[in-house]
């Protein structure tokens, strides 16, 4: 099976290149513009990222290879004037072949709204806005961009809210976002969602469950706070939308301290039925930057990441204790407009008070951009493991296209 999963790899590699073009060809991708000069305009972006996974830790009656559509998005936003913006992003995520629906009516197989906001300008550089949004607290990659990550997807545990207080990582409520010279801020007071992944009852299981709105109520545990401030020492990223980058493929010269928060009154409620704040806090750093003249470039990045989600909760992915996660890539030398080759190594790890242990995640990956992040193919094998337990090994392989 393994022979079979890297010919797979192979001829997914392979072919891609033979029709390899500049990523100079997306100077703008594909923009409606309503007048001579741009400023009033629709703009779409669309993008596909599609996985052939091997686990190598599987019951016997389940196939160690798979395939799934990882994420089918698209999304679009227009400005009439510099005064106001609407965005709207919709799609599904993680179709496979247990979830399929055979007539495509089925709960997986359905297109919903990732975003959908409104945004006005109050002055230069300070802009508020309402709506279903992914203006986030807490750190850099709780506001990554799907489209452009450096490692094939994004640290798990830094989504730190994701199906518990929010809708796939966005809330619906208002925010502020904007720049004071190098530094940039968003901040954001949102509704907290009644139904959450978490639909364990605290007295019956014994355990502390992320459901305050559903059993104490909104009045008590209907809001969260949160914000993320970063300053930008060398070159300045674009806060137009809240997307960050995860490689510019040296392009530019980024240096960035941040820090973040996240605070839900009785998000969750304790064993006893008493409720308790989440509270999240994380401090990061990023580096983006050409090594030199031959196409060469860097893209490392660390946080750590104080997680509160009330006495002893763990839930799956998500527990109590602290995460210190990193990841580096280094491009390898060549022409911008030809295929190019980027290794990548990840780790993360963090501590889970409810067991008094800890859990470990390795990475190691490549990218294969064609045509930049426009055109990619990534490969990766991770291993992940808790406490004394056995490691579980799995390979991915996706490709990705956006336009």
Do not use: C
Request: hydrophobic share 40%.
């Amino acid at each position: 099976m393994k022979k079979i999963v890297f010919g797979l790899a192979l001829s997914l590699l392979i072919i891609p290149m033979a029709f390899s073009q500049g990523s100079t060809e997306y100077t703008g991708g594909y923009k409606v513009k309503f007048n001579e000069d741009g400023s009033k305009y629709l703009r779409i972006i669309a993008w596909g990222q599609f996985w052939a996974q091997y686990n190598e830790d599987v019951p016997d009656d389940v196939s160690q290879l798979n395939f799934s559509i990882r994420r089918a998005r698209v999304l679009t936003f227009t400005q009439l004037n510099k005064k106001f913006l609407i965005l709207t992003h919709w799609g599904l995520n993680s179709l496979n072949g247990n979830n399929q629906s055979p007539l495509g009516f089925g709960e997986n197989a359905q297109l919903f709204f990732h975003d959908f906001w409104g945004e006005w300008k109050v002055v230069d550089n300070h802009d508020i806005g309402a709506g279903l949004h992914y203006w986030n607290g807490i750190s850099r990659l709780n506001n990554q961009s799907t489209l452009n990550m450096m490692t094939l997807d994004n640290n798990r545990q830094s989504w730190a809210t994701i199906g518990l207080s929010d809708q796939f990582a966005r809330h619906i409520g208002v925010y502020a976002k904007g720049k004071i010279g190098k530094l940039q801020y968003r901040v954001a007071f949102n509704e907290a969602g009644t139904s959450t992944l978490d639909t364990r009852d605290p007295v019956v299981d014994g355990v502390t469950v992320y459901g305050g709105r559903r059993i104490l109520g909104s009045a008590d545990a209907g809001k969260v706070l949160q914000g993320y401030f970063d300053f930008n020492f060398l070159d300045q990223e674009s806060n137009f939308l809240p997307y960050k980058v995860g490689s510019y493929l040296g392009s530019k010269k980024v240096f960035n301290i941040g820090a973040g928060f996240f605070n839900h009154a009785n998000g969750v409620v304790e064993a006893d039925g008493d409720g308790a704040d989440v509270n999240i806090f994380a401090i990061d750093a990023f580096y983006d930057a050409p090594l030199g003249e031959d196409g060469s470039a860097i893209t490392a990045y660390l946080v750590f990441q104080n997680n509160d989600y009330g006495e002893n909760y763990n839930f799956g992915p998500y527990a109590t204790g602290n995460m210190v996660y990193g990841h580096v890539g280094y491009l390898v030398p060549g022409p911008v407009d030809k295929t190019r080759l980027q290794p990548y190594l990840s780790y993360n790890t963090r501590s889970i008070d409810a067991i008094d242990d800890n859990a470990n995640r390795f990475g190691i990956g490549a990218n294969i951009f064609m045509t930049g992040h426009h055109s990619k193919l990534s490969l990766e094998y991770a291993n992940s493991k808790v406490g004394d337990a056995d490691g579980t090994g799995v390979f991915t392989v996706q490709a990705m296209i956006y336009l």
